[in-house]
C-alpha cells in the first residue's frame, strides 16, 4: 500500500487547514463571541415561569439549529467522499493539453464522492441502485470534475427525459414507498414504454448493481467526450476507472439482509479501510477515438446508452487515483462538495451527447438550490487550489473580502485588472467544431437501436450472472402489481434474448415468448462479464489476485484451540486481510491449552454478510458449543449460501457436519486439505498453512458459484 507521505500533495489541505476549527481549549461562547455560563436552563421569570424572549442565547441556539438542515441531494442524496491524489503515469501531450496530464512526477488532490442515486440521504447502501463516482480534481488550472457513474451507459439518451425517469424511480407520488428501490410499479411502467432504457437495466439487474465496496467498483465517465490537445486537435475520449483490488459484487439475499443490519455497509468499510491505512487505488484508462472515426461505429459516439466495446477499442490506463483521508466532517465536505459537469479545464471539452449537453445546465443550477446561492465554489471543499480572480461579487454567503473600487470591465481605475488571459497563458478555449442545422425536436436516426448492445451484455454474461440476472427481473417484477407492465417487459426482453426473456416469464407465471423478437447476434464482449480477471487491474497486469482488505471471521467459543486461532490470523494477516474472532460472548475465550485468546466481536453484532470468509477452528469444546448455537450454524449456513470460502480444522468440522450442507461430501480421515466447493477441511494436526494458502486462493477469487446455493436454507 502505497505511504500517504510519499504521496503527498499538499495544495489542497494546506488551503483546508487554516478553516478547521477544532473548537480547542477555552470556554463556550455564542456565534457572536459572548461567553456563555449555561446552556441547559434558558432565562426565565422564577424557578418555574415562562422563559424570556431576550434570552438572546436559547433563541441563537435553536435558531441555528432550527436552520441546520439543507435540501437533499434530488438523486444520488446519500454518499460517502475522501481526499486523495491523482498521478498520471506519463505525458498525455499527444492528445490533450491538461496541465495535471502532463508530468508523471506531479500528483494532483482529489476529492471523490460515491453514491447511490434513488434513496433518501438516511437509506441503506446496499440496495439495488447505479453509484456515483464523482471526482474532483483540483488542478493548477482550476477544478476538473469527472462526474461519473459505476455503469458505462445510462437510462436515456436526452437529458430532457432526466425528470421523468427520476420521478418514476423515486418512491411514489401517493405514499412515498418504496424507499431507494427501483422494484415497483412506476419504474417499470416507465422504463417498459421507454426501449433505450433496455441495455442499462441489463446492468441495474446483474450484480454490478450490488458492489461489495466502493474500493471494488469500477467507474465510468459514460458520455465520449473531448481532449483537445495544444495544437487545437480533438480527439474522443471515454474514461474508466477500474479499481486496483478487482470489481466485486454483493449477491442479492447478502444486501437485503444487509439493509437492515449495516445501512451503512459501504460507507463503513470505505471508512475503515483509510483509517487503517488500506487506501483504496484505482486505474484511470481512456479509450481515444481519432476524430476521423467518428463514425466507424455501429452505434452513435453521442448516445449515451452504448459502450465502445474494449475488443474494439482498448482501455489504454493513464494513471493512478489513490483515496488516503478521510473527512474531517461530513456535513461541511460530503455534503456541501458541489460536482459539475462543466467543471473543465483547457485541453477536456464536450461532444454534442445530448445527455451531456443537459447535464451541463443541470449540475451548476441544482447547487444554487442546494448550496443556497451563488457563492457554493467558496465553501472550503469546493475552492479550487487555483487563484479565483473575477468580477462577480456579493451574493449570499459571501465570504470573500474585495477591497478593490472596481468590479467591472472595462476598467482604469484598477488598471483593466483583471486582465484576460491568452490561450497561451492557459485560458480555456472551446473547441472550434462547426456545427450547422436547423432547430429540431428530434433524434438522429443514428440513435434509434435499444437492444444490440443489451445482448452483446447477456451473451457476455457466464452462467451464474445470467441466473443473478433472471433471478433479478423475477423480483422486480415480481413486486410490481399491474400484470400489463409485467407482460411488456417480457416483450422487451423478447428483443435481447429469447431465453432470458422465457426464464423471466416463467417465473412470473406469464406466457413465455415462443420466438424472438429479434434473432441474438451472437456476439459477446469479455470484458463486461465479472468473471473475467480482465476486470481486475491488478490481475490484468499480470499480478495475482490477492486477498488484501477482505474481512475473514474466525468462529470460537471456550475450549477452542489457541494454535489453530493464531495460526488462521497470524496466515489471513500476512496475506492483507483482516481477521477478527466471533464468539458467543465478548471478551476472551479460554484455549485448550489452558490460556485466552481475546474475542474481536460478539458474534450476535455481526453477521456473516459482514466478511469475506469465514474459519471455524478446532477444540472439541468450542466445537459442541457452536454446533448447539442457532447463531453460529445459522452463520455458516449463510455464508455457503452466499458463496463465502469456508474453512474448517479437526473438530471445528463438526460444525459443518451438523448443517447438512447441499452437495457437500465432508471427509476429514486423512491428513491432507479437502476443498470441496469452497469449503476446505483438515483433520487435527493437518498442515495449517495449507489449509490457510488453500482457503486464500477461494477468497482470491471472491465467491464460489458451483454449490447449491438456491438449496441452502439461511
Ligand atoms: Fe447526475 N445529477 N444527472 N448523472 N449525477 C446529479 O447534481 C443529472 C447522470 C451523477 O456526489 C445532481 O449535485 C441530469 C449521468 C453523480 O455530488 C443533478 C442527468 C451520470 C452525481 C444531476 C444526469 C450522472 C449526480 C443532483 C441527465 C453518470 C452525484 C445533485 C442528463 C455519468 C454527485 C447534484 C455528487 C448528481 C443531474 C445523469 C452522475 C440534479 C439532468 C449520465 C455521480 O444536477
New binding site residues.
Partial sequence: MPDRADDAVPEKQEQLEPLRDRGEDGPLTTNFGTRVDDTDNSLRVGERGPTLLEDFHFREKITHFDHERIPE????AR?AGAYGHFRPYASLAEYTRADFLQDPNRSTPVFV?F?TVAGSRGSADTVRDVR???TKFYTREGNYDL???NFPV?F?QD?IK?PDFVHAVKPEPHNEIPQAQSAHDTFWDFVSLQPESTHMLMWLMSDRALPRSYRMMQG????TFRFVNAEGRGTFVKFHWKPLLGTHCLVWDECQKLAGQDPDYNRRDLWDAIERGDFPEYELGVQLVSEDDEFAFDFDLLD?TKIIPEELVPVRPIGRMVLDRNPDNFFAETEQ???HTAHVVPGIDFTNDP?LQ??NF??L???LI?LGGPNFEQLPVNRPVATVRNNQRDGYGQHRIHPDHTSYAPNSISGGCPVLASPDAGAYVHYQERVDGAKIRRRSPSFSDHYSQATLFWNSMADWEKEHIVAAYRFELGKVTRREIRERTVEQLNHVDNDLARQVAEGLGLPAPEQAAIPNHGRSSPALSLANPVAGVAEAAGEEASIATRRIAILAADGVAAGDVLALREAMARGGAVPEVLAPHAGELRTTDGGTVTVDRAMSTMASTMYDAVCVPGGPDSARALAGDGLALHYVAEAFKHGKGIAAVGSGISLLGALNLPGLRLSADGDGVVDDHGVVTAADGADLDAVTATLADIIAEHRVWTRDQDATPA
Fill in positions: 441531494r434530488v438523486v444520488h454518499g464522492r453514491s456515483g463516482f464523482a462526474v461519473g457513474n445510462f436515456i437529458a432526466f465510468f465517465g459514460v458520455h449515451a462538495v458541489a460536482f445527455l443537459g447535464r443541470s449540475y443550477d441544482t447547487q442546494r
